[in-house]
């Protein structure tokens, strides 16, 4: 039971903290709502392009963010790569290198198929 005394005692902290945070919010909170921006579908001061909030995208959009995501998450296995080089010596060099060249010739190959490239059509 000892072990579970710290995770008991983490567990009350954080309902406590997030009640208090919670109750301060409402406390403090902007009480005045103006009717007329308040009321738009977007409040970063850009008007709706068109009145249909259902409009379909290009699946060029969609390409562009699984590509992105795609390099991104690809790109965060060279940080422990990085952190222990001198431990892989030869071997993890030309494994990095491999792993390289088939992320150079991915991006090549989207970048070729512009699949990198998005324009909106607007009418």
């Known amino acids: 039971m000892n072990n579970y005394f710290y995770f008991f005692l983490f567990f009350i902290f954080a309902l406590v903290l997030s009640a208090g945070l919670l109750f301060f ?4 909170r902007y009480r005045r709502v103006k009717i007329g921006d308040k009321c738009m579908v977007y409040e970063c ?6 009145e249909n909030a259902r409009e379909s995208y290009s699946i060029r959009f969609y390409l562009l963010t699984l590509v992105f995501i795609i390099f991104e998450v690809e790109t965060v296995f060279l940080f422990p790569w990085a952190v222990i080089y001198d431990q892989l010596k030869l071997f993890g060099f030309i494994e990095m290198s491999i792993f390289l060249a088939i992320l150079i010739f991915g991006y090549i190959y989207a970048w070729r198929s512009k699949a990198l490239e998005f324009r909106r059509e607007i009418e």
């Open 25 to 28: 919010v409402i406390l403090i």
């Open 45 to 50: 001061g850009v008007d709706p392009l068109t």
